[in-house]
């Protein structure tokens, strides 16, 4: 899973800085969740069809500040902050995609919620895919946004800078954004060092989750910059087993897949949340504009 809300560590200073949503879009509703040991904070916005929105890694509900009107416009946003991040805190588990995934059905269930789409962004990408995995009936459609399902998607430079992260960068990283955004609103900033070594940990682990991703059968959009940190051999693979791209669709689409693929240009994988075409592309997709079929094509 791609993890980091910023760039590599090495570069931390040059991530975009993440600020606090603006006052004209306070949101309607505020509170936490206990589910399964962890005291969840999430925040909604605006009204329409639900939208779950699920941050990256060592970021918060304020990564999606820049799109969050154009979310909210037509839209109930329920956005959270994940386990150790932003205003929930880490508590005493390990972090780990498929138990936030569990977590998160809970957290919908005692929402009210009975079904959402649901977006994520790298780390949050992977909570997502965990969620509509195990608890498929919960999910309507799935946007992944810089998102992998098995951990060598990475390019190969990539896996030690991840697999560096730990409690013994927590000193470097006091005057960089990640830090500074973190002890804004975390419950107890002290954490941060443990909140490292839970990253570094989860990261280390080796995982392939093919198999369920085979068994999807809501419409799913996976979204990546054309810079990601994900190869494209790993993107084509993903969407290969959401049965998209293995023929032509046919000039009356008469085979058309399912799901999508969406390439934004000239765009890092730090730069997704910033990316102003992000929101239309996320909305095109879940408000079924697209032409996409219910069901997996085969």
Same mark, same amino acid.
């Given at each position: 899973?791609?993890?980091?809300?910023?760039?590599?560590?090495?570069?931390?200073?040059?991530?975009? +800085?993440? +600020?606090?949503?603006?006052?004209?879009?306070?949101?309607?509703?505020?509170?936490?969740?206990?589910?399964?040991?962890?005291?969840?904070? =999430?925040?909604?916005?605006?009204?329409?069809?639900?939208?779950?929105?699920?941050?990256?890694?060592?970021?918060?509900?304020?990564?999606?500040?820049?799109?969050?009107?154009? !979310?909210?416009?037509?839209? *109930?946003?329920?956005? $959270?902050?994940?386990?150790?991040?932003?205003? +929930?805190?880490?508590?005493?588990?390990?972090?780990?995609?498929?138990? $936030?995934?569990?977590?998160?059905?809970?957290?919908?269930?005692?929402?009210?919620?009975? *079904?959402?789409?649901?977006? @994520?962004?790298?780390?949050?990408?992977?909570?997502?895919?965990?969620?509509?995995?195990?608890?498929?009936?919960?999910?309507?459609?799935?946007?992944?946004?810089?998102?992998?399902?098995?951990?060598?998607?990475?390019?190969?430079?990539? !896996?030690? #800078?991840?697999?560096?992260? @730990?409690?013994?960068?927590?000193?470097? %990283?006091?005057?960089?954004?990640?830090?500074?955004? =973190?002890?804004?609103?975390?419950?107890?900033?002290?954490?941060?060092?443990?909140?490292?070594?839970?990253?570094?940990?989860?990261?280390?682990?080796?995982?392939?989750?093919?198999?369920?991703?085979?068994?999807?059968?809501?419409?799913?959009?996976?979204?990546?910059?054309?810079?990601? %940190?994900?190869?494209?051999?790993?993107?084509?693979?993903?969407?290969?087993?959401?049965? @998209?791209?293995?023929?032509?669709?046919?000039?009356?689409?008469?085979?058309?897949?399912?799901?999508?693929?969406?390439?934004?240009?000239?765009?890092?994988?730090?730069?997704?949340? #910033?990316?102003?075409?992000?929101?239309? +592309?996320?909305?095109?997709?879940?408000?079924?504009?697209?032409?996409?079929?219910?069901?997996?094509?085969?």
């Amino acid at each position: 899973m791609a993890l980091l809300a910023g760039p590599p560590l090495s570069a931390a200073s040059a991530q975009p +800085t993440a +600020t606090s949503m603006p006052a004209k879009l306070a949101p309607l509703k505020s509170g936490r969740v206990p589910v399964n040991g962890i005291d969840y904070y =999430y925040e909604i916005y605006g009204k329409g069809e639900p939208v779950l929105l699920l941050h990256g890694g060592l970021g918060s509900i304020d990564l999606y500040e820049p799109g969050m009107p154009r !979310l909210a416009e037509g839209r *109930q946003v329920i956005a $959270i902050d994940l386990q150790g991040h932003g205003r +929930t805190p880490l508590g005493n588990r390990l972090i780990d995609p498929a138990a $936030i995934g569990d977590d998160l059905g809970g957290l919908l269930s005692k929402l009210g919620y009975k *079904q959402v789409d649901v977006v @994520g962004y790298s780390f949050g990408g992977a909570v997502a895919l965990r969620l509509a995995i195990q608890h498929p009936a919960q999910v309507r459609r799935l946007a992944l946004i810089s998102t992998l399902f098995a951990q060598d998607g990475f390019y190969p430079e990539m !896996l030690p #800078q991840q697999a560096a992260l @730990g409690a013994g960068m927590a000193d470097a %990283m006091k005057e960089t954004p990640i830090y500074r955004s =973190y002890a804004a609103v975390a419950p107890d900033p002290g954490q941060f060092p443990k909140l490292l070594d839970a990253m570094g940990a989860m990261m280390r682990k080796p995982y392939n989750w093919a198999e369920g991703v085979k068994t999807l059968k809501m419409p799913v959009m996976l979204i990546y910059g054309d810079s990601d %940190m994900i190869r494209p051999e790993h993107i084509v693979e993903f969407y290969h087993l959401l049965g @998209g791209g293995l023929r032509d669709a046919g000039w009356d689409r008469k085979t058309m897949a399912t799901n999508r693929l969406a390439i934004l240009p000239d765009t890092t994988h730090y730069e997704m949340a #910033q990316n102003p075409t992000l929101p239309q +592309t996320i909305l095109t997709f879940l408000n079924g504009n697209a032409g996409a079929k219910q069901g997996k094509a085969k």
